[in-house]
């Protein structure tokens, strides 16, 4: 998978998100705080190729990905 996550969410106000990313396996392999209103490029070449799922919580909001 690509080792750079370029993330770009749109909302009206600034608002603190937060990123983690966990194995499939259930594990938490990383985690940090975004801002909504910067796009953010979060590197992730520490992690071994595989599958992972990216959950993204905000405060109205709660979203996760598959990355691949």
């Known amino acids: 998978f690509n080792k750079n996550l ?3 969410a749109f909302s009206n106000n600034e608002e603190l998100i937060n990123l ?3 194995n499939l396996k ?3 392999v990383y985690s940090c705080n975004i801002t ?3 796009e953010n490029l979060i590197d ?3 992690l ?3 599958n992972y799922l990216a ?3 905000s405060k109205n909001e709660h979203s ?3 990355i691949v």
């Open 55 to 57: 959950k993204f919580d």
């Open 26 to 28: 259930g594990g938490l």
């Open 44 to 46: 992730l070449s520490f």
């Open 36 to 38: 909504s209103l910067n």
């Open 48 to 50: 071994s190729n595989g």
């Open 6 to 8: 370029k993330i770009k």
């Open 64 to 66: 996760t990905l598959k």
């Open 20 to 22: 983690s990313i966990y």
